[in-house]
């Protein structure tokens, strides 16, 4: 995906996505799940393979990869989904997304806002009958729902998503106080992308060098080939860390795209290449784009840190694209703070000590 002159996302040619696990992975283990469990998701219409997944029997390579839409009749509103199509949803959507509220789930399920939520609510509550779905807080008068370990099984052994060994519940997060990001990340996702590549995303990714002892978790990762990356990264702020603590984290993208690796098993052949380029995005020409949403206060508040951070990543050499929250909503234009610059990283970062 692209930015065109408005600032909203225009799609790139499709192109095959290359991830760094299949479904086929001998050390991911499956388990059987129960008959509540296989229900809920086989009774549902089958999720469809998104572009970098590993198409399952009978489901084509270039399937739509959007959660199913209720028809709709004469122009009037959808018609009501089925019980078990709900659910075999929500499922779906929390592997993707790990934590949501009924009314986030409403917009991708039923097309719907307010009244959806009653459909959803009634298939979450089935879920956590079944033991399949759980809350740990709210956001408001609204429950924050997320799969148990049980709900991960019977997504994944629906063979309708790429295995997700190290995936997390994301309860932890919730009952630490912390489901307000997890929901300004969800919300993120639905309004970048929405429906249509719902299921292109990963959340909470890891990015480390081990020489270096450089970690850090991407809040979220957009399966989107471009004609130089693969994918694109997201960090979401919800205005819980100081503006010095945002900048490091930004900066700490650049140190991870600049750290470079010697050619050869032991390091003694041949020049150096990006740690990235040989180990973790392969079919990236370029580093991939980092995007920062602010989120969290008031919008003023917002646009003050959205400017106080431009200044402190001045001369970063990834690119870097930032907004607030309420602007990405309302489809406004992203701000490029940061450009890719490969030669100012191989300055800034020189080249490791051989063996």
Not at 57 to 72: H, M, Y
Request: include cysteine; aromatic fraction near 6%; glycine fraction near 10%.
């Amino acid at each position: 995906m692209s930015y065109g002159d408005t600032g909203h996302q225009v799609p790139e040619t499709a192109q095959t996505a290359i991830w760094t696990w299949t479904r086929d992975d001998p050390r991911a283990r499956r388990r059987p799940i129960s008959s509540a469990a296989s229900s809920a998701v086989k009774d549902s219409a089958a999720a469809p393979i998104t572009a970098g997944h590993t198409p399952g029997p009978g489901v084509g390579g270039d399937a739509d990869t959007s959660l199913p839409v209720p028809p709709a009749s004469g122009g009037q509103r959808s018609s009501t989904p089925t019980a078990p199509r709900v659910r075999g949803d929500a499922l779906r959507m929390l592997a993707c997304v790990r934590v949501a509220t009924a009314r986030q789930m409403a917009r991708v399920i039923t097309a719907e806002d307010a009244d959806g939520r009653s459909y959803v609510r009634r298939a979450m509550r089935k879920l956590e009958e079944q033991g399949l779905a759980e809350t740990n807080g709210k956001q408001g008068k609204e429950l924050i729902w997320n799969l148990t370990r049980a709900g991960l099984r019977a997504v994944a052994d629906g063979n309708e998503l790429p295995a997700r060994p190290r995936a997390g519940t994301g309860a932890k997060a919730v009952r630490a106080g912390f489901g307000p990001h997890a929901l300004a990340v969800t919300e993120t996702i639905l309004n970048f992308g929405g429906r249509h590549d719902l299921t292109d995303w990963q959340v909470e990714v890891n990015h480390a060098i081990k020489e270096t002892g450089l970690t850090f978790n991407t809040d979220a990762v957009l399966t989107a080939p471009g004609k130089t990356f693969e994918v694109r990264l997201f960090e979401i702020d919800n205005g819980t860390m100081s503006r010095a603590r945002l900048a490091r984290e930004v900066w700490d993208y650049e140190r991870y795209a600049g750290h470079r690796v010697w050619e050869g098993a032991r390091g003694t052949i041949g020049g150096t290449f990006p740690f990235w380029s040989r180990y973790r995005y392969t079919r990236s020409e370029r580093f991939p784009p980092l995007h920062v949403v602010l989120a969290g206060k008031e919008e003023h508040l917002l646009q003050r840190r959205l400017e106080a951070l431009t200044e402190a990543v001045d001369g970063i050499a990834v690119s870097v694209f930032a907004t607030t929250l309420p602007a990405l909503q309302r489809r406004e234009k992203w701000i490029r703070i940061g450009t890719d610059h490969p030669g100012r990283r191989r300055e800034r970062y020189p080249e490791p000590v051989g063996r």
